[in-house]
């Protein structure tokens, strides 16, 4: 249900431009889960958290961090109550639809170099042509040095694309259905055609090839053992006339993953224990070492508990998550008038009306969501009101429609009070995705009173 504006409680405008300031910097250095994990330590570092991994006991007041292999991190206030009443815990993942090159990516076609692609996560591979797209990402060398790449940031540095085919050939292309025009195999980047002196064959991929190797010291067998995602160039910046948006690659779930992460920067003292939790591998289902499905987050309770002193840590674990609340920040689908068929508008979310709850997500009878308790959620609205933030509720599109998921059920499978949050989203998946300054602001408002909100 559409309802009155959150602009409407900022008379003065600047603390909410301001914050989103601080926003689309964050988004425009964070491109790739690395990068955004790496950036997030930095901020840390900076409140004064300290390196988890180095501590040997821990007392209320404590700030703590933990990285997990460069792409999942976790971060910590110690509180005042004892552990075993419960964690707030602030999740959100960090990882964004993209393509990544696949492992022998490169060749050359009629003196023109290609490298070749999977898309990761769900795409409108239509989207993906004709712009200009950067490359981030690591090479691990067999020596096991690390090389990072980083290529079509710097106004300076050349960008790579993916061509389409012109209009005044395309009779038979524009006859297929959406899902066809451009196919997966089809998304291959273009990377040079100057062809290397006195070489016959593949003559400009050996340029190219060459070009790396000056760079990077890499050689071609190297990208192997690499992770070079290929993502849209540029930063993000201001939207509409108003400026009262952002566009940028990544706000699902960047958007989220920054103000829980700054809603933790800007706490102090809490009563329970504070989490801010950014994971990886959301957008292919939560899998892997880095995922919320990794065993890395209750390890790393366990591992709390037992600088804590507490006999037992990994049961000990286990009932500090089964007293636990968890907000699951996580995009939700903005309203869009030009698509208003999608959605259910009672049940929608809407621009400019503030963090979105979700009780369940899913689609077709509900499948897959974690459907929040109404005991938690009543505790949820009365914390969101007495703090005086803007909030609404919405599920994501019509019953039959589509849908979609979160990491919410997997930390539900502790038996902790889970429920979704998140901030409404146009272009959810695009190159170019955009949100709502007002939302981002609410967001973080709301992040902060959950941390400090009373039992
Ligand atoms: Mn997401
Ligand atoms: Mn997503």
């Known amino acids: 249900m559409y309802r009155k504006s959150a602009w409407n409680k900022y008379k003065d405008k600047a603390p909410v431009m301001e914050f989103c300031e601080g926003y689309k910097e964050f988004l425009s250095y964070g491109k790739t889960e690395r990068l955004v994990a790496e950036e997030g330590v930095e901020l840390l570092k900076k409140a004064g958290f300290v390196d988890g991994s180095e501590v040997k006991s821990i007392k209320p007041g404590d700030k703590l961090y933990f990285v997990n292999r460069n792409k999942n991190i976790a971060a910590f206030i110690i509180g005042s109550k004892p552990l075993a009443e419960g964690l707030r815990i602030l999740g959100a993942h960090i990882d964004s639809p ?14 023109f170099v290609l490298g070749d692609t999977h898309y990761y996560g ?21 020596d096991l040095t690390k090389v990072k790449i980083d290529i079509g940031e710097d106004p300076s540095d050349p960008v790579v694309g993916i061509t389409d085919l012109l209009i005044h050939l395309s009779a038979d292309q524009l006859q297929k259905p959406a899902a066809k025009v451009i196919e997966g195999e089809g998304l291959d980047i273009s990377l040079g055609s100057i062809p290397l002196e006195g070489e016959e064959k593949e003559a400009a991929k050996k340029n190219v090839l060459n070009i790396l190797k000056e760079k990077y010291d890499i050689e071609e067998e190297d990208l192997v053992s690499a992770e070079i995602e290929v993502t849209p ?34 706490t102090e003292a809490p009563e329970y224990t504070s989490v801010c939790i950014l994971v990886d591998k959301e957008e292919i289902g939560s899998v892997g070492a880095t995922g919320a499905q990794s065993l890395f987050f209750e390890n790393l309770i366990a591992k709390l508990a037992k600088l804590a002193g507490l006999d037992n840590p990994m049961l000990a674990a286990r009932e500090i998550f089964e007293n636990s609340k968890m907000l699951s920040s996580d995009v939700s689908a903005g309203f869009d008038p030009l698509y208003a068929s999608v959605n259910d508008p009672k049940n929608a979310a809407y621009f400019g009306n503030g963090l979105v709850f979700n009780k369940y997500t899913g689609s077709r009878g509900k499948s897959g969501s974690n459907d929040a308790n109404p005991e938690y959620y009543a505790w949820i609205r009365r914390t969101m009101d007495e703090a005086n933030v803007h909030w609404q509720n919405a599920e994501l599109g019509k019953v039959d429609q589509g849908g979609g998921g979160t990491i919410a059920y ?22 170019m995705e955009i949100v709502s300054k007002v939302d981002v602001y609410e967001a973080y408002l709301g992040y902060k009173a959950f941390l400090l909100a009373k039992d």
């Open 98 to 111: 993209r393509l990544d090159l696949k492992e022998n990516p490169i060749y050359e076609d009629s003196g």
């Open 410 to 431: 997997i930390l539900g499978n502790y038996n902790m009070n889970v429920i979704d949050a998140g901030i409404a989203v146009h272009n959810m998946h695009a190159p």
């Open 122 to 142: 769900g795409v409108k591979k239509y989207q993906w042509v004709t712009i200009p797209l950067a490359l981030h990402g690591v090479v691990v060398k067999k």
């Open 233 to 266: 160039a540029g930063k993000a910046r201001d939207y509409g006339l108003d400026r009262s948006m952002v566009a940028g690659y990544g706000h699902d779930d960047r958007v989220c993953a920054y103000t829980s992460l700054k809603a933790i920067l800007d």
